[in-house]
């Protein structure tokens, strides 16, 4: 979005600085089921866009293991950020049978996906929420990649034995 400059009289429409590009820093991306707990991670730069992390996500999905019936390899539905909704993104999940729920940028208010939005950002408070991964130490994204998947498993455990106690 353009922005007006800060000069007196200054009426000219400025850009985005061009210095800024190259951020330094990581993301970090959650894939949830619906009760928040974190199915896959992924860590990018912070200069790369959301989408790209998107397939790979969906991707690392595991084999969901019930008690009765057929394992299941996949969810029905993803919800999604404004950040992920590209037409190769809605068909690739289509070609998957997975029905998209992604907020269309300019069309629809964040407000519908914010009732299921919340879970995401508790999952993701419960991932920082480790001292290690605060503050990233590490230089290598192999090491904090490593980190963040014990962070992953400490609370996966935690939640499902306050269910069986």
Known sequence: MPRRC???GGGT??????????????????LSE??????????????????????????GILVVRSRRGPPRRKPVKVRADKAYYSAEHLRW????????????????????????RWKIERSISWLFGYRRLTVRYERKGSHFLAFLGLAVTLTCYKKLARLTV
């Open 13 to 30: 429409l400025t850009g985005p600085n061009p210095v800024d590009r190259g951020k330094k820093g990581s993301k970090l991306h959650v």
């Open 93 to 116: 999940l289509h070609s998957r049978n997975l029905v998209a729920r992604i907020t269309r940028p300019g069309i629809e208010s964040g407000e519908r996906l914010g009732r299921h």
């Open 6 to 8: 800060g000069r007196k």
């Open 34 to 59: 619906a009760q928040g707990l974190p199915l896959a991670v992924a860590v990018s730069g912070a200069n790369v866009h959301d989408s790209q992390a998107f397939k790979p996500l969906v991707l």
